[in-house]
T-cell receptor, first 116, second 113 residues
Framework: DAGVIQSPRHEVTEMGQEVTLRCKPI?????LFWYRQTMMRGLELLIY????????DSGMPEDRFSAKMPNASFSTLKIQPSEPRDSAVYFC??????????????FGPGTRLLVL | AQKVTQAQTEISVVEKEDVTLDCVYE???????LFWYKQPPSGELVFLIR??????QNEISGRYSWNFQKSTSSFNFTITASQVVDSAVYFC??????????FGKGITLSVRP
């Protein structure tokens, strides 16, 4: 079975440009998570969706960041305009939440973003 | 709120040595979940284990074992007879009733031949 798929795997862009990261969760999973990993802050949750609905976006840094999940098999994380401090590895993860208890999250390979 | 402390930042061992990675968690939830993930040099995050707060049984999987002690709020991970392929960053994480994973800072394990 395919795992979580993320694209692109690497992105280099210039400050001020729009960046769109994409994620396809594991088929059948109903929860999707976006994380950011930096040396300074470690791994931190940005936003998560359940059944395509954003449940908690308290980790989204600022209005420059937005995330959507138009259907069960696709999500995007957009940064507009991008800044050098956004440089990080962005991970997408998914899980199947069958009850009110959290289940194991499986991570994609990540997108390594560099903003010059 | 959840918190995870991995006091060790870097550990270096020689192949075949046993090594224990420490994890101390904080939570106000009566029901919570603990995880270990591995991040090899290639960068992906690989799930290793999930443990529920109501299940304090230790677990062994091949060379890996986990010791969960609620009395000390610890969930330690031991690799027996370490191998070079075990070199990676290991993250401990927890979550409460919601699904928000809180990660520790990670422990960089280097296994030398």
């Amino acid at each position: 079975d395919a795992g979580v798929i993320q694209s692109p795997r690497h992105e280099v862009t210039e400050m001020g440009q729009e960046v769109t990261l994409r994620c396809k969760p594991i088929s059948g999973h109903n929860s999707l998570f976006w994380y950011r990993q930096t040396m300074m802050r470690g791994l931190e949750l940005l936003i998560y969706f359940n059944n395509n609905v954003p449940i908690d976006d308290s980790g989204m840094p600022e209005d420059r960041f937005s995330a959507k999940m138009p259907n069960a098999s696709f999500s995007t994380l957009k940064i507009q305009p991008s800044e050098p401090r956004d440089s990080a590895v962005y991970f997408c993860a998914s899980s199947f939440e069958s009850s009110r208890y959290p289940e194991t999250q499986y991570f994609g390979p990540g997108t390594r973003l560099l903003v010059l | 709120a959840q918190k995870v402390t991995q006091a060790q930042t870097e550990i270096s061992v020689v192949e075949k040595e046993d090594v224990t990675l420490d994890c101390v968690y904080e939570t106000r939830d009566t029901t919570y979940y603990l995880f270990w993930y591995k991040q090899p040099p290639s960068g992906e995050l690989v799930f290793l284990i999930r443990r529920n707060s109501f299940d304090e049984q230790n677990e062994i999987s091949g060379r890996y074992s986990w010791n969960f002690q609620k009395s000390t709020s610890s969930f330690n991970f031991t690799i027996t007879a370490s191998q070079v392929v075990d070199s990676a960053v290991y993250f401990c994480a927890n979550t409460g009733a919601n699904s928000k994973l809180t990660f520790g800072k990670g422990i960089t394990l280097s296994v030398r031949p």
